[in-house]
């Protein structure tokens, strides 16, 4: 299991729906920013676009489980689960730092991808000790 990357967000006005909390979609947008974060910080992206190549979302779940409001500080806990041939899984959780509540937990599929011929390609060894997840069978 890789370690855990935290990334701390400020919710902004302009993320309230008309329901007046975090519109849902949202989370989905900070799952992305949280995740090209943690690979910026590890060098994975680097080490992508070294390659010619690019992360892309197959799948993503969440479930939602409390408001979130304008102003609340959120930790999203995020990390690399499993690394297979061609994807990896990301798993994250989204905590209210005020009163510990766990807003939402979700998980990505993401699919590398050449960017000359946009077909999957084999996740290097190089990528994989960034995270340092455990392998697991052929996606």
């Known amino acids: 299991m890789s370690l855990m990357y935290m990334y701390k967000l400020i919710v902004p006005e302009d993320a309230i729906d008309a329901n007046g909390h975090v519109n849902n979609v949202v989370f989905v947008q900070w799952m992305q920013d949280a995740a090209i974060a943690h690979a910026d910080a590890v060098g994975c992206t680097e080490v992508t676009k070294r390659m010619g190549a690019t992360w ?10 409390k408001e979130a409001f304008a102003g609340d500080h959120v930790e999203v806990r995020t990390q690399v689960v499993d690394c297979r041939r061609v ?10 730092e005020s009163d510990g509540a766990v807003l939402a937990r979700g998980e990505t599929d993401w699919v590398l991808i050449n960017l000359e011929k946009f077909e999957p390609i084999t996740i290097s060894d190089e990528i994989k000790v960034l995270f340092n997840p455990p392998v697991e069978g052929n996606a």
């Open 56 to 65: 892309v979302v197959r799948r993503h779940t969440i479930e939602y489980r």
């Open 87 to 96: 994807s990896s899984r990301r798993q994250y959780e989204f905590v209210r």
